[in-house]
């Protein structure tokens, strides 16, 4: 697991950010199956996607990355 600048161990995901038609956002990490949040705007969204990701680590094998950075790989509206 690579080291953050701090010495910790740290992760890169892709994260997925998507408009949705009657307002707000829904957050999506593709790499961790069901792993998702939807808040008012992209930033709340993207934070409680951090802990959503954090709560998934540490259900799937007791592991919780001390920083995770995240690359938005897609952002787009809602398709009717």
Do not use: W
Not at 17 to 22: P, S, V, W
Not at 44 to 56: K, M
């Amino acid at each position: 697991m690579p080291k953050d600048s701090q010495g910790g161990e740290s992760m890169n995901l892709s994260v997925r950010i998507i408009a949705n038609e009657n307002g707000g956002y829904t957050a999506i990490c593709p790499t961790l199956p069901g792993c998702m949040s939807k808040g008012s705007t992209r930033e709340e969204a993207r934070e409680r996607l951090d802990q959503a990701i954090c709560g998934y680590f540490a259900a799937v094998n007791n592991f919780v990355p001390e920083h995770t950075s995240h690359e938005v790989t897609e952002v787009s509206s809602a398709e009717a």
